[in-house]
């Protein structure tokens, strides 16, 4: 199967899983509960989930599946071969309390390769989609970057852990970003932020997330001609694509000064 027959189906997934996502905030009566003691989930992404994992089976049968509620096995990360990498509600926090950066994300990498992605954003009507090596596009038309060179001017997305402990070593960032740049937004999904990127309507963003979160809007970022890396060296092993710790993607000139800036506040140079 081509790579764009590939991508339209996962398409049309997405954009199911779309209704199926506004439809259940109609009805409004979801069931609410805690993983991991504090990830808020709904019942609404576990059957998002389901929907997808039994649409690509049957459109690609036999093709390994990580997602984030039903099969979230990173081992799968390392090994050979086709995966789909599904996140089926980005932004659970803003679904559950009726905001509308919400958006499924459908990845398929091979052997530690993203080759597609789409993001889809029901409550926004934007669906974002890369090949690799083809570019991106919002609703079908081409997407670029940011070409900010300053980080005076630039708009900053970011995002925070569940996990409350986690979040304060973060404030030193927040504190030297908001220092040295025009701003810093978090609107509650990773996979649009990156998305934001690619549009040019963030300059950069940054954060930790799983593969589930980031693995389709990274493939996005860079088509639009983003620049993505690391702030730390990613370990052995890991396919480094698929690698979600201390991401950071921005328009290409601001790359290196916001890195610098993001290792300066972990050790504690706030001035
Ligand atoms: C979360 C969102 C959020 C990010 C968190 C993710 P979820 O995903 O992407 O923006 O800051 O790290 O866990 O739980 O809504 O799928
Ligand atoms: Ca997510
Ligand atoms: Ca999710």
């Known amino acids: 199967m081509t790579p764009e027959r590939r991508l339209a189906i996962a398409i049309e997934i997405a954009q199911e899983a779309g209704e199926r996502i506004k439809q259940a905030r109609q009805n409004a009566d979801f069931k609410q ?6 990830e808020l989930v709904t019942e609404v992404d576990v059957a ?30 390392n090994q050979e071969g086709p ?59 081409p997407i670029t970057a940011s070409k900010a060179k300053r980080l005076e001017e630039a708009l900053v997305g ?12 973060l404030l030193r960032r927040l504190q030297l970003i908001l220092e040295h740049c025009r701003d810093i937004r978090r609107n509650g999904a990773a996979a649009l932020d990156l998305c934001a990127v690619a549009c ?3 300059d950069a963003y940054y954060e930790s997330t799983s593969p589930w979160d980031f693995a389709a809007g990274l493939l996005i970022a860079r088509e639009a001609g983003a620049k993505a890396g690391h702030i730390y ?5 890991i396919p480094p ?7 950071l993607v921005s328009a290409p000139d601001l790359h290196a000064e916001i890195k610098q800036l993001i290792e300066r506040a972990d050790s504690g140079q706030l001035h």
């Open 33 to 38: 509960s805690y993983k991991y003691g504090s």
């Open 48 to 77: 998002i989930d389901e929907y997808i994992a039994s649409a690509l089976e049957e459109a690609f049968p036999g093709e390994a599946r990580l997602t984030e509620e039903l099969s979230p096995d990173r081992d799968m990360l």
């Open 83 to 141: 995966l789909w990498i599904v996140d089926p509600i980005d932004g659970t926090v803003n679904f559950a309390h009726g905001q509308h950066h919400v958006a499924v994300s459908i990845a398929w990498a091979e052997n530690g390769k993203t080759r597609l992605g789409v993001v889809h954003a029901p409550f926004l009507d934007e669906t974002f989609t890369a090949l690799r090596g083809e570019g991106a596009n919002m609703n079908g038309q």
């Open 158 to 169: 970011t995002g925070f852990p569940y996990d409350r402990d986690a979040r304060l070593p």
């Open 200 to 202: 040019g309507r963030l």
């Open 233 to 237: 060296r990613c370990p052995d092993g």
């Open 241 to 247: 694509e698929l690698y979600g710790e201390n991401l």
